[in-house]
C-alpha cells in the first residue's frame, strides 16, 4: 500500500500559490454585403470558460516570473507560509508550479503520478498490525503523519489565499498546458477540497489484503475509492480531521474573498 503523503503539502499548502484565469472574449464580426472574393473564415476563438468561482483579488500587483522560471520564487513564497525547515523537510523544489497543479487535478482520480508529486515521502515505514490470515493497518502508522499534519494546522490561511491570488496565473497557465479544454483551475480546486471533505471516517481496526506486493483496503468500496482520500483514511481519524478542517477553512475563505462578495 503506498502510504506517502506527498499530495497533502500540493493539496492544502500549495493549494493558495496560484492566481488569474485566461478570459477568452469573443467578437462578432461583420460579413461584407457584396464581397468580391471567398474570405476563408478565421478559427472562432476558445469560448469563455464558465467560471464558478472566482479567484479573490490579488493584493499586489508584484510581476510574476515565467512559468519555466519560476521555482526559486515559489520555493521562496512557501518558506514564508511554513518555513524554512519545514519546506527543507516536504517539499521537493523542482517544477513545483506544473507538480501542484497535476497532484491537485489527480486526487480524486485513482492515482497519482509518482514522479510528479511536489512533496517527499512520508518517513518511516508502512506497518501491519493482526495476523498473517487478518492483517490489519497497525494504529502505529498514524504516527508518521503529524509533523505533515502539524505542519498543516499551522499555515495561517489567510495569507495562503493572499498568496494564491497573487501566483495564481502560473497555476492557470499549467493547467492549461495539461491540455484541458479552457477550464479554471480555482474551480478544479474547490472540486477537488469537495471530494475530499466526503472521504467516510474509519474505526480501528482497518482490515487489509496482499494480493500482490503492497497491501490494500480489504473493502473493495474502500480500495476503489480516490488516491486522495485513501491517504486520507490510510492517516488514522485523528489526523484526516485536523486535515479535513484546513481544507474547510481554505474552502471558506476562498469563497467568502470571491469578488463582489
Known amino acids: ?19 488569474g ?40 500587483t508584484e510581476p510574476l516570473p515565467p512559468l519555466n522560471e519560476s521555482d526559486a520564487p515559489m520555493k521562496n513564497v512557501l518558506e514564508s507560509l511554513i518555513g524554512k525547515e519545514s519546506v527543507e523537510r516536504f517539499v521537493v523544489p523542482d517544477e513545483l508550479v506544473r507538480h501542484i497543479v497535476v ?7 485513482e492515482k497519482v503520478a509518482e514522479r510528479q508529486r511536489p512533496a517527499r515521502p512520508t518517513p518511516g515505514t508502512f506497518a501491519v498490525g493482526g495476523s498473517e490470515d487478518s492483517p490489519v493497518l497497525d494504529p502505529t502508522n498514524y504516527e508518521r503523519y503529524k509533523p505533515a499534519v502539524q505542519m498543516i494546522r499551522s499555515v495561517d490561511t489567510k495569507l495562503l489565499v493572499a498568496t494564491y491570488a497573487h501566483y495564481y496565473p502560473l497555476l492557470q497557465e499549467a493547467y492549461e498546458n495539461l491540455g484541458h479544454p479552457p477550464q ?25 489484503v496482499q494480493p500482490g506486493v503492497q497491501y490494500q483496503f480489504a473493502d473493495p468500496k474502500l480500495e476503489s475509492r ?12 485523528d489526523n484526516a480531521r485536523v486535515v479535513k478542517d484546513k ?3 481554505l474552502r471558506k475563505e476562498l469563497l467568502a474573498q470571491q469578488p463582489g462578495k
Open 1 to 19: 500500500m503506498n502510504d506517502n503523503m506527498k499530495w497533502i503539502v500540493g493539496a492544502v499548502v500549495v493549494i493558495g500559490l496560484v492566481v
Open 21 to 60: 484565469g485566461v478570459v477568452y472574449r469573443s467578437r462578432n464580426h461583420q460579413v461584407p454585403a457584396e464581397p468580391v472574393a471567398a474570405v476563408p473564415k478565421k478559427p472562432a476563438p476558445p469560448e469563455e470558460p464558465a467560471v464558478k468561482y472566482p479567484v479573490p483579488a490579488a493584493e499586489t
Open 103 to 109: 497532484t491537485i487535478d489527480n486526487l480524486s482520480t
Open 184 to 208: 479554471y483551475f480555482n474551480d478544479r480546486v474547490i472540486e477537488v477540497i469537495d471530494h475530499l471533505l466526503t472521504t467516510p471516517e474509519l474505526q480501528d481496526p482497518i482490515a487489509l
Open 226 to 237: 480516490s488516491a486522495g482520500q485513501k491517504v486520507l483514511m490510510r492517516m488514522g481519524r
Open 247 to 249: 481544507l474547510r477553512e
